[in-house]
């Protein structure tokens, strides 16, 4: 997909539109399978974008689906994905959302001791589960986008594995698998391996484990010099890590990935339009038609997104601090060099395939942009702009 095509899809379909790449989506996919040994399985991790047409691309690619609400388990199967390739991994849910996972008789990962015993003492050796481990690591890119850390609210502490082994004893659970996820934007591949040697430590005390799911954090670049995790080099070390386990040990575990980011983060592209240009004192706005309310990440963590001007790739570079619409301080990027801007240019933010459109919202009764998935070289809208309409449904006109 080239620039061109992009400039057409924002006049096609006019502007703020996400457009995702699907052969960017396949090629990353493709990184990774062919980086790991054929007993490791990925799921990609739907909470990054959810459109139903990516989730049933990426089901035609053989991932499985790591879900994190019913509704993301619904939409799965929904997509095509078979309930034997979906995880459900919770945060916080009650005993029933759990329940109506095991209805539609998908994979289940319990992350607290609460539930545990209360799925436990109904439920018993019925219905095998997979349990969130915190494994205390430090990893990931900030502090909001880390999971493992000593006060996270996710997974059981591995100090809490006695407990976890008197719940299994006196209820006879099951379980089939153990999983930890710690945070986002992981670069270095030895941060896996420790967690992969904690899980081997923890194996011990799992006799009925055939699943190790090692979570996802694979980062992406974001701008030059970034760079991505060395999946080729942390497929290598994770096949001597399990073989030499299985040496010592004689057990086999399957292992499990759950890339949301990895899969889906730059194939996505998000055009907006310059609406005004605006000098002050110190500075040159560059005032686009779109905010935070579509793009979230640069306000919400401090994400960077590479810009770039489509209509006007060889003007000077000048710098701009971009700006949206909403009312609220609303900053996608300070001081940043873009080929000069006219008002109505066509403006790209590159990798905003995860956390994007998925992450938007109507916040000052703006309309969620559209969205367009590039497939076999043609443009398909796959979501249209919301209208006015869209605003008033499910609202009650009492007065
Ligand atoms: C968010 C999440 C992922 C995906 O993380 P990325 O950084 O997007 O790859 C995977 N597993 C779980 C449990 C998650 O909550």
Not at 137 to 144: F, P, Q, T
Not at 158 to 182: A, C, D, Y
Not at 259 to 264: A, E, I, Q, S, T
Request: with cysteine.
């Amino acid at each position: 997909m080239t620039n061109k095509d992009l400039l057409k899809i924002a006049h096609q379909h006019g502007t703020p539109v996400y457009v995702y790449d699907a052969e960017s989506i396949r090629l990353q996919y493709e990184k990774l399978t062919s980086s790991f040994h054929s007993h490791t399985r990925f799921f990609y991790a739907a909470k990054a974008l959810t459109n139903i047409n990516i989730l049933k691309y990426i089901e035609s690619l053989g991932a499985g689906l790591d879900c994190v609400s019913i509704n993301e388990v619904r939409l799965g199967l929904r997509a095509g994905f078979t309930n034997d390739r979906i995880l459900f991994t919770p945060n916080c849910v009650d005993l029933k959302e759990i329940e109506d996972a095991m209805e539609l008789k998908v994979h289940i990962n319990i992350d607290n001791i609460s539930i545990l015993e209360q799925f436990g003492n109904r439920y018993g050796s019925s219905y095998p589960i997979f349990i969130r481990i915190n494994p205390h690591i430090y990893a990931g890119g900030n502090h909001k986008i880390s999971t493992g850390h000593i006060d996270s609210k996710f997974g059981i502490s591995i100090h809490q594995l006695r407990h976890i082994e008197r719940v299994m004893k006196s209820t006879n659970l099951l379980v089939e698998g153990l999983h930890m996820h710690t945070g986002s934007e992981i670069k270095d591949p030895d941060v896996f391996l420790q967690g992969l040697e904690i899980m081997f430590e923890l194996a011990e005390h799992f006799p009925d484990l055939k699943y190790l799911d090692m979570g996802s954090g694979f980062k992406i670049p974001y701008q030059e010099g970034d760079l991505e995790t060395d999946v080729k080099t942390l497929g290598k070390k994770v096949e001597k890590a399990l073989s030499a386990y299985q040496k010592e040990t004689g057990k086999k575990f399957q292992l499990w990935f759950e890339p949301g980011k990895f899969l889906v983060g730059n194939s996505g592209h998000f055009l907006v339009k310059a609406n005004v240009i605006k000098q002050t004192t110190a500075t040159v706005f560059c005032g686009i038609n779109s905010g935070f309310n579509h793009l979230i990440r640069p306000m919400f963590y401090d994400s960077y997104h590479l810009i770039e001007n489509l209509s006007n790739p060889r003007g000077a570079q000048r710098i701009y601090t971009v700006v949206g619409n909403i009312c609220e301080t609303d900053t996608f990027a300070w001081d940043r060099k873009l080929n000069e801007v006219r008002e109505s240019d066509v403006l790209v933010f590159r990798n905003a395939g995860a956390y994007g459109f998925e992450m938007s919202s109507n916040f000052n009764s703006r309309l969620k942009p559209a969205e367009v998935l590039f497939l076999d070289g043609k443009a398909h809208l796959i979501r249209k702009r919301d209208e006015f309409e869209d605003l008033l449904r499910n609202q009650i006109e009492i007065l």
